[in-house]
């Protein structure tokens, strides 16, 4: 598990963004939550609070729709 220091102005989602680049981004954002309780009310943080960031593993999605994923093994 990483952490971040929070800077002044930061929202969830933000961090979430730059936390997550290569997975869900901002879609992150619950396991951040999750992971930091004593601080889910804060909607707009002060600098240098200090976030745990938890490890996520996101299956890869491929770029089709559901319908389209069989036709393209064929």
């Known amino acids: 598990m990483r952490t971040y220091r929070t800077q002044q102005g930061d929202l969830w989602d933000v961090i979430a963004y730059r936390m997550y680049p290569d997975v869900g981004r901002e879609m992150c954002m619950s396991a951040l939550i999750q992971a ?3 601080h889910r009310n804060i909607a707009i943080f002060p600098a240098g609070i200090e976030l745990s960031v938890p490890d996520i593993d996101i299956p ?15």
């Open 36 to 38: 930091n309780e004593q």
């Open 60 to 74: 890869a999605v491929s770029g089709l729709p559901p319908w389209k994923r069989s036709q393209a093994r064929s």
